[in-house]
């Protein structure tokens, strides 16, 4: 094997990957190997780091030499699968338990691996997602977000490493029915959430609830503010619209001002405020 690398592209944007990637030598359904050293890749979940190919006498075979390199691996296999699930089988159990969002991914090594054919794995150590395949399943919450919307910014938080500290502003744009407000409030953040429909009725529930001076707060098309804060109005009327770019600066002034308005409110508050 050269220098080469393969990314498995998230489920369903193979097609992004190949495109963003431009030649690839090989692809094995959302696998695709490609010449040269790892490159930036926004459509991977995952990315093999130094793959080899090992030629293998059968599914005893293949898991011995897996084990001989390292305890665990996860395994894709868009082909094959029954062999390659024999041999898996074989392997160490990689820990399946579902993810509580803000506790620290795995740490221990995990790598991957897919037959290419019967006789012959290509096999990679070192992946970037500590997560086999690059999914992360998480503890749901199914009582309190509107929507699974949240999931997809506790992974994106969760793979940047890094999250709103309490006290931060967020500003959530396009934001009904309301599930990153929710995840963003529940860490703490004070979020301005802005769309043309109103929110989940949870979600604005939590307006006056978060660190006391979390507030929910939108426009009418008029371009008045209604605001929901601790202890007052609890529904915001939620429209605010961006058609036309002229409507967008202003939408843009009148954020400014509104995160102006906000800090100068959150100082004078009882509450902690970063503002
Ligand atoms: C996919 S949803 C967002 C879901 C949200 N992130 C959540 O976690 O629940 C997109 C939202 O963008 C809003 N939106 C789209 N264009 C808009 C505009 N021009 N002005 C205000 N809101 C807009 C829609 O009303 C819709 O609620």
Not at 76 to 83: C, F, G, H, Q, V
Not at 113 to 127: F, G, K
Not at 226 to 252: D, Q, V
């Amino acid at each position: 094997m050269g220098d080469r690398t393969a990314y498995l592209a998230a489920q369903g944007y193979a097609g992004e990957l190949g495109y963003e990637l431009g030649t690839v030598e090989r692809r094995l359904g959302r696998l695709l190997i490609a010449a040269g050293p790892p490159r930036a890749a926004a459509w991977a979940a995952n990315v093999w780091l130094d793959p080899q190919e090992i030629k293998v006498a059968s599914i005893s075979d293949a898991a011995a030499k897996l084990r001989a390199i390292q305890r665990n691996w996860a395994f894709y296999a868009p082909r094959l699968y029954r062999r390659a699930t024999l041999i898996q089988e074989q392997l160490p159990k990689v820990s399946a338990k579902p993810l509580v969002f803000g506790t620290p991914p795995p740490s221990a090594p995990l790598g991957s691996w897919t037959l290419l054919d019967a006789e012959t794995m290509l096999v990679s150590p070192r992946c970037t997602s500590p997560f086999p395949n690059g999914e992360i399943h998480f503890v749901e919450d199914h009582a309190g977000p509107p929507s699974r919307a949240y999931l997809k910014l506790w992974e994106a938080l969760t793979v940047i490493g890094c999250r709103p500290e309490p006290g931060e502003r967020c500003l959530d744009l396009g934001s009904s029915p309301g599930g990153w407000s929710w995840a963003l409030q529940r860490m703490g953040a004070h979020v301005v959430s802005v769309d043309k429909v109103p929110l989940a009725p949870q979600t604005r529930a939590r307006s006056g609830r978060s660190t006391g001076c979390s507030r929910m707060s939108c426009a009418t098309r008029n371009g008045s503010w209604h605001w929901s804060r601790a202890g007052s109005a609890p529904e915001p009327a939620a429209i605010l619209s961006a058609r036309s770019n002229s409507k967008a600066r202003l939408i843009t002034r009148r954020l400014g001002a509104l995160l102006r308005l906000q800090a100068r409110s959150c100082a004078t508050c009882s509450t902690t405020s970063t503002s």
